[in-house]
């Protein structure tokens, strides 16, 4: 089944914001770091106490949050809201995607791939949208 929830990201903040974003809303907040799982092997040390994954429950209220981890690009205004789409088959994710990429920016594309956390991919559409996948490896 897919879920479609916001998504936020933070610049090294995040544990801290969804903290706050927990005393606000109350709920149930769980946190992953890099260095609790298998990517900490492709991210460099420095890296390692960021949060891979945040997702706080609150009722009718649900959102997941991530610490900026990519190398190449810069967290701006515009580029740190999103929406994320997760759970499911990767045939359904890849349906979706490609749906999704049509007239996407090519240089915003991270095409859908397995990951040791599963199925991961994410475009900016041709609205500048941005959207994260995730869900079962192929």
């Not at 933070?10 to 005393?23: L, Q, S, T, V």
């Not at 915003?108 to 559409?125: N, Q, V």
Request: net charge negative; glycine share 8%; hydrophobic share 40%.
């Amino acid at each position: 089944m897919l879920n479609l929830t916001p998504f936020l990201l933070f610049d090294g903040k995040c544990a801290e914001a969804m903290a706050f974003y927990k005393e606000c809303f109350g709920g149930e907040l769980a946190i992953t770091k890099v260095k609790d799982t298998p990517m900490k092997a492709q991210v460099p040390p420095e890296l390692h106490d960021n949060v891979i994954n945040a997702h706080l429950t609150s009722g009718a209220i649900e959102f997941t949050a991530t610490d900026w981890l990519h190398q190449t690009r810069t967290p701006r205004p515009g580029n740190t809201v999103c929406m994320y789409l997760n759970g499911g088959s990767h045939s359904e994710l890849r349906a979706m995607f490609d749906m999704l990429s049509m007239g996407a920016d090519p240089e915003l594309l991270d095409d859908l791939r397995d990951m040791p956390f599963g199925s991961y991919g994410h475009l900016a559409d041709k609205y500048g949208v941005h959207w994260f996948f995730q869900g079962e490896k192929s």
